[in-house]
Each structure stands twice: as C-alpha cells, then as structure tokens.
C-alpha cells in the first residue's frame, strides 16, 4: 500500500499497460491435470503458480511477509496430498518494488514459465500494473493487497481482492466510533496527512470525508508527500500549530514509524490518532516508535491472530514453527488468497481459470480473514476490523462480536519522555 507522485505514478501505469500488450496468450484456460484424458505422469506433476513481490526496494517488510504467507499455505495444502491431488510448487520472482519490473516479471511467468496459476503481489501500486498481464492473459488474478479504488474500475472480469473491503471504506468503523462519542467528548478537529499512494489516499479521504460529515472540523490537510519523504519535521511542526484533536496518517511502514517519532520530538499529541498499515506490524513497528509510544493508536486490520475462523489455527501452528514468530497482517492477507485460489479450484475440479472466476462471483469463501465475497468487479463486500495498540499488544476493539476486549484507550496518553 505505497506511493509515487501522481504524475508519475499515472504516466508508469501507462507504460506498464503498454509493456502488458507484449504477453502471450493462451494458458489462461489451462485444464492441465483435471481432464479425463491427462496421464498419471501429467496428474502427479506439480501444478505451478507464479507470484512476483518486492522483496527487495521500498516494500520489502511486507512483501517477505506476503512470501512468507504463501510459502505456510504452500506447506500445508502439500501435507494434505495438494491442490486436485498435485503437488503445489511456487514460482516466487522479486520485482524490487518496482512496476515495470512486476509487468515483465508477470508476463515471464505466464508466457515463458508456462504457470499453471498465478498469485498477486503486494501494494496498489504494484497490483494495478500486474493484474492487467492477468486479465489480458485470461488468468484468474487473486490480489493479498490493493484496494485502491482505481484498480476495480477497468471491466476486468478475473481480478478478485483477497481482503474484507476496499481502500475508501478501510476506516469507516473508526470514523463511526468517534460519531458514537458523547457530544462533550467527541473530538472538534482534525488534520490529515498521507503519502502520495494509490491505497492510503483514499483511505484518508474516506475519513475526511465521514467525519466532516459529523461536524469534525478540519484545521490541517489534506497534506499529501512524495513517498520518498523521510523528514517529517515540517510536517511535524505544522501538525503542532494545528493542534488537531484528531490525526489520521495515511502511511505505509516507513513514513508511519518516520511521523509519529516526528511528532513525538515536536510536542504534539492529538487526542485520537488513526495511522493505516504501519501499526499492523507487530514486531516492526514497536521497535520502529518504541514500545510505549504505540499505545492508544487506532487502525484498521484485515487479520488478527486471535480469530477463530476455520483454518487460522492450522496456519498459526505452522507459521510459527516455519518462521518462529506470529505472522504479520499481510503475511495473513497472502495466506488467504491463496485460499481463495484453492476453493476455487476445488469447486470446479479443474483449473480452468474463467469457471474459477465465475464461481468466485456467485459465491462465498471462508478464510482465516473471515468469509468473503464480491461483486462484479472483484470488490469485497465485508468490513475492515477496528485494532488499537493496547498496553503494547493489539486488540480488536470493533466490531463487537468479534473484538477481543471491551475497552478503547481515549484520550490517547501523552507520548513517553
């Protein structure tokens, strides 16, 4: 979930559409494995599914993560005789953050590796560009993260996003607990900052816009900045004049840790603070801002470990006997679309990518994130959960049935000396 200038980012869209058109068709309908005429050889062969992430460049932290949840769903379909009784191996790529680089790299799999099925990757940024090689190529497209709204916009009919909700809707929970604030407690103002990214911007705009709607004033923002922004101080100090009651921080994982230690060394504390993705990471981000310096903060998750949905024992068993620690969030969002891959193909009894597209339309799909399902262009149709940093864990705080405590820390603390 990350960013570029607009110019820019629109005009390398463009080239990565362009670049698209070099791919190959055919494979998009592959039955390989499913027919009654292939081989015992061609039915024991491992079905291969193609991924490309950024484990190198800007989003490293989350797409290892996002590799490391496709690899625990790889080991346990495997123990369980695989995917239509094939072995499942994956072809794992590193598209160093970079569009053009997961253009080419989508195409290579499809058109010269030959995959059976692909994967998505990680970020708006680089799910736009990707999932049009899909769709071109006729492959069923499985996104772990990209709720940009933009990308949903293009007719495609294959494309599917493995998370409860898009991007304008990820804090509409947060945005209706502070209207269920008493009149003398709800806050009066808020300032919103975000990095210049498909996903985080209309995330806050969504915010801005349903709590100005409550009478929430806006006294800063919004204030948009390049996503290679690493000083925050100006930022800083312009929140520190404001003096919001709220902030809301569209951020990544850098930007997130780089703003609030910014804010903390000028002063300001607002009274709410709402931060996308950053705070998701249960190890990183603590170390990042300090441990004591996470509690109060609000965001919103697709994923917590202590869900009792069907399946989330089972990964968290081998995810932390595989990496020895619990899974980030989009180790978790990585983890679930690949099972929405594998009811899919297990629904239809092949992988015959356009009937896995069809039933994904017209059903629902239980996962580790809960039950999903979408409309017609791939949109889910569920809500984000509303997590606060709690005496230095993360709880679920909304919605109720299935939070894991009963209390919100409000007025966030002062930050620590």
Same mark, same amino acid.
């Given at each position: 979930?990350?960013?570029?200038?607009?110019?820019?980012?629109?005009?390398l869209l463009g080239l990565s559409?362009?670049?698209?058109?070099?791919? /190959?068709?055919?494979?998009?309908?592959?039955?390989?494995?499913?027919?009654?005429?292939?081989?015992?050889?061609? #039915?024991?062969?491992?079905?291969?599914?193609?991924?490309?992430?950024?484990?190198?460049?800007?989003?490293?932290?989350?797409?290892?993560?996002?590799?490391?949840?496709?690899?625990?769903?790889? $080991?346990?379909?495997?123990?369980?005789?695989?995917?239509?009784?094939?072995?499942?191996?994956?072809?794992?790529?590193?598209?160093?953050?970079?569009?053009?680089?997961?253009?080419?790299?989508?195409?290579?799999?499809?058109?010269?590796?030959?995959?059976?099925?692909?994967?998505?990757?990680?970020?708006?940024?680089?799910?736009?560009? #990707?999932?049009?090689?899909?769709?071109?190529?006729?492959?069923?497209?499985?996104?772990?993260?990209?709720?940009?709204? %933009?990308?949903?916009?293009?007719?495609? $009919?294959?494309?599917?996003?493995?998370?409860?909700?898009?991007?304008?809707?990820?804090?509409?929970?947060?945005?209706?607990?502070? /209207?269920?604030?008493?009149?003398?407690?709800?806050?009066?103002?808020?300032?919103?900052?975000?990095?210049?990214?498909?996903?985080?911007?209309?995330?806050?705009?969504?915010?801005?816009? %349903?709590?100005?709607?409550?009478?929430?004033?806006?006294?800063?923002?919004?204030?948009?900045?390049?996503?290679?922004?690493?000083?925050? $101080?100006?930022?800083?100090?312009?929140?520190? &004049?404001?003096?919001?009651?709220?902030?809301?921080?569209?951020?990544?994982?850098?930007?997130?840790?780089?703003?609030?230690?910014?804010?903390?060394?000028?002063?300001?504390?607002?009274?709410?603070?709402?931060?996308?993705?950053?705070?998701?990471?249960?190890?990183?981000?603590?170390?990042?801002?300090? #441990?004591? #310096?996470?509690?109060?903060?609000?965001?919103?998750?697709?994923?917590?470990?202590?869900?009792?949905?069907?399946?989330?024992?089972?990964?968290?068993?081998?995810?932390?006997?595989?990496?020895?620690?619990?899974?980030?969030?989009?180790?978790?969002?990585?983890?679930?679309?690949?099972?929405?891959?594998? &009811?899919?193909?297990?629904?239809?009894g092949s992988l015959d990518q356009?009937?896995?597209?069809?039933?994904?339309?017209?059903?629902?799909?239980?996962?580790?994130?809960?039950?999903?399902?979408?409309?017609?262009?791939?949109?889910?149709?569920?809500?984000?959960?509303?997590?606060?940093?709690?005496?230095?864990?993360?709880?679920?705080?909304?919605?109720?049935?299935?939070?894991?405590?009963?209390?919100?820390?409000?007025?966030?603390?002062?930050?620590?000396?």
């Amino acid at each position: 979930m990350r960013k570029l200038r607009a110019g820019t980012w629109v005009a390398l869209l463009g080239l990565s559409l362009i670049l698209t058109a070099c791919g /190959g068709g055919g494979g998009g309908s592959s039955e390989s494995g499913s027919g009654s005429g292939a081989t015992s050889e061609t #039915a024991k062969a491992p079905i291969k599914i193609g991924i490309s992430l950024p484990l190198t460049g800007p989003f490293t932290d989350p797409g290892v993560a996002a590799k490391q949840g496709y690899e625990t769903w790889e $080991t346990i379909i495997n123990q369980k005789g695989g995917l239509l009784g094939r072995p499942v191996q994956l072809v794992i790529l590193d598209d160093a953050s970079n569009e053009n680089t997961v253009v080419a790299d989508y195409n290579k799999l499809i058109t010269q590796d030959k995959v059976d099925l692909v994967l998505g990757t990680f970020s708006s940024k680089l799910n736009y560009p #990707a999932s049009a090689v899909a769709e071109k190529n006729g492959y069923l497209y499985i996104e772990p993260a990209g709720g940009a709204p %933009q990308i949903f916009e293009r007719g495609f $009919t294959h494309l599917f996003f493995a998370q409860q909700a898009t991007a304008p809707h990820q804090a509409d929970l947060f945005a209706k607990w502070i /209207g269920s604030l008493p009149e003398d407690q709800r806050p009066k103002t808020a300032a919103y900052v975000t990095q210049d990214d498909p996903f985080t911007k209309p995330v806050i705009e969504g915010v801005k816009q %349903q709590l100005e709607a409550l009478g929430v004033k806006t006294v800063y923002g919004l204030e948009v900045y390049p996503p290679d922004t690493t000083n925050f $101080t100006t930022i800083a100090n312009a929140l520190k &004049a404001a003096d919001a009651d709220v902030l809301v921080h569209g951020a990544v994982f850098e930007d997130g840790v780089g703003l609030v230690r910014a804010v903390q060394q000028v002063g300001y504390n607002p009274k709410a603070f709402f931060q996308t993705s950053a705070p998701s990471h249960p190890e990183q981000y603590p170390q990042g801002i300090g #441990a004591a #310096a996470t509690e109060g903060i609000f965001f919103a998750m697709s994923y917590s470990p202590a869900a009792k949905y069907p399946g989330n024992d089972e990964f968290l068993q081998v995810f932390r006997s595989k990496f020895g620690q619990d899974p980030a969030e989009d180790a978790a969002d990585a983890f679930a679309a690949a099972q929405v891959l594998q &009811a899919a193909a297990e629904a239809v009894g092949s992988l015959d990518q356009d009937k896995m597209a069809d039933w994904l339309h017209h059903n629902t799909v239980q996962t580790i994130l809960g039950p999903l399902s979408w409309d017609e262009a791939g949109r889910p149709q569920q809500a984000f959960l509303l997590a606060q940093w709690q005496g230095g864990a993360i709880q679920i705080v909304l919605p109720q049935d299935v939070a894991t405590t009963d209390h919100i820390v409000y007025p966030k603390p002062a930050w620590p000396k």
